[in-house]
């Protein structure tokens, strides 16, 4: 079936470092593909996406190019705040019933 | 446009006893999904309604497991003989048709002691 794979483990980095979150996938068809963040306490939110192939999701400074050809869909910002810390999911839909495989997510912290 | 809201957000309770859980989507999204989510995992998805008809199960929605949404607007999940496995954060979103975006509720936080 469809799934999403995240690079292992926690980032840890200081505020204006430059964030890349990797992300592949597996999918049978033609999927969308989306990354949500988690503020603290808060529900996921869509962050950005992409429908198809080459499209490049941005927005708050984040973007992600949708790579059929290495099948990856990588989040990157190049100067990251403090406000940036979050869990971050990659995930991809169906285009059918658009139910959402989601990655395990990780969790980014920004040092002051 | 009150977002979506999901109750209890909160519940504990023992093994064996029966758990209903509610979801409330934005007024006039007529598609609904659940997932559920357990630590340090992403959501996994459970269960979709378009409308009042529910057309797409998991695997991972045993025969314990229940799922409405009469009228086409708020729907319940229900867990009936819990069990301590079935800790975890279930989410309920929703999205109107013609768009990708899902839009999360805040969830509802089951814990089986």
């Known amino acids: 079936g469809d799934s999403v794979t995240q690079m292992e483990g926690p980032v840890t980095l200081s505020e204006e470092a430059f964030l890349t979150i990797n992300c592949t996938y597996t999918?049978?068809?033609?999927?969308?593909l989306f990354w949500y963040v988690q503020y603290p306490g808060e529900g996921l939110q869509l962050l950005l996406k992409?429908?198809?192939?080459?499209d490049k999701g941005s927005n708050k400074g984040f973007e992600a190019t949708y790579r059929k050809e290495t099948t990856s869909f990588h989040l990157e910002k190049g100067s990251v705040q403090v406000s940036d810390s979050a869990v971050y999911f990659c995930?991809?839909?169906?285009?059918?019933?658009?139910?959402?495989?989601f990655g395990k997510g990780n969790q980014v912290v920004v040092i002051p | 446009d009150t977002g979506v809201s999901q109750n209890p957000r909160h519940k504990i309770t023992k093994r064996g006893q029966n758990v209903t859980f509610r979801c409330d989507p934005i007024?006039?999204?007529?598609?609904l999904y659940w997932y559920r989510q357990t630590l340090g995992q992403g959501p996994e998805f459970l269960t979709y309604f378009q409308n009042e008809a529910q057309l797409e199960k998991s695997r991972l929605l045993s025969d314990r497991f229940s799922a409405e949404r009469p009228k086409g607007s708020f729907s319940t999940l229900e867990i009936q003989r819990t069990e301590q496995g079935d800790s975890a954060m279930y989410l309920c979103?929703?999205?109107?048709?013609?768009?990708?975006?899902?839009?999360f509720g805040p969830g509802t936080r089951l814990t089986v002691t």
């Open positions: 992409a429908t198809k192939a080459d």
């Open positions: 995930a991809l839909s169906d285009n059918g019933n658009n139910r959402l495989a």
């Open positions: 979103a929703s999205r109107s048709d013609g768009s990708y975006e899902q839009y």
């Open positions: 007024s006039e999204h007529n598609r």
């Open positions: 999918a049978t068809g033609y999927p969308s």
